[in-house]
């Protein structure tokens, strides 16, 4: 469940790995599927708490995260092949983690693009929001989140999920800060 693999349309030659923005699944890459070449394979990350897994509970601990998403991409792929890891803002720092433990690995990585994010520097420690505060983020990130902020049904169906990110997010400690050795890196 952690990555879900979507079928190329040719032999693959190249994996690509995409992790979504806090509160997001999967399937806001499903887009990217049709317009990518064929020799590309999509291994896209589906945390708990999203989509198909809404009833599991939210995972608060990056690097647990960081872990299952190795462990996982590990075990289903077939062959080696070059690797290109994607992250967009809060999925940014998951795949730059990711990327840090391919190294260690010893997994080639071809390059790793960062949306909306930048590479972890420091560990700099938030307070947790409350609700009201969750929901100004919210808006402040994009004022089309106003739907969701005024449905009290649909917010309070989210909230569990954004605050664990926000958790996971707020707790991390950058095991690898800057750079990855011989990795391309591109913001």
Known sequence: ???QVWPNRLAARV?????????????????WHKKLPGYCSMHVCQLPGRENRIDEPAIEH???????????????????RPLI?????????IAFELASRFIRNQVPIAAVLLSASTPPRSGNRRERPDRDQLKAMLMAFDP?????????ELFASLEPTLMGDFQMLRCHKV??????PNVPTYL
């Open 1 to 3: 469940d952690w990555l």
């Open 15 to 31: 994996d690509l790995i995409c992790i979504a923005g806090a509160g997001a699944g999967a399937s806001v890459f499903r887009p």
């Open 62 to 80: 990056l690097p647990d995260a960081a872990d299952r998403l190795l462990r996982t991409y590990l075990n289903q792929r077939a062959e080696s």
């Open 85 to 93: 890891v994607f992250g967009h803002s809060m999925g940014g720092v």
């Open 144 to 152: 089309e989140n106003q739907s969701i902020v005024e449905n009290d």
């Open 175 to 180: 095991a690898c800060t800057g750079e990855l």
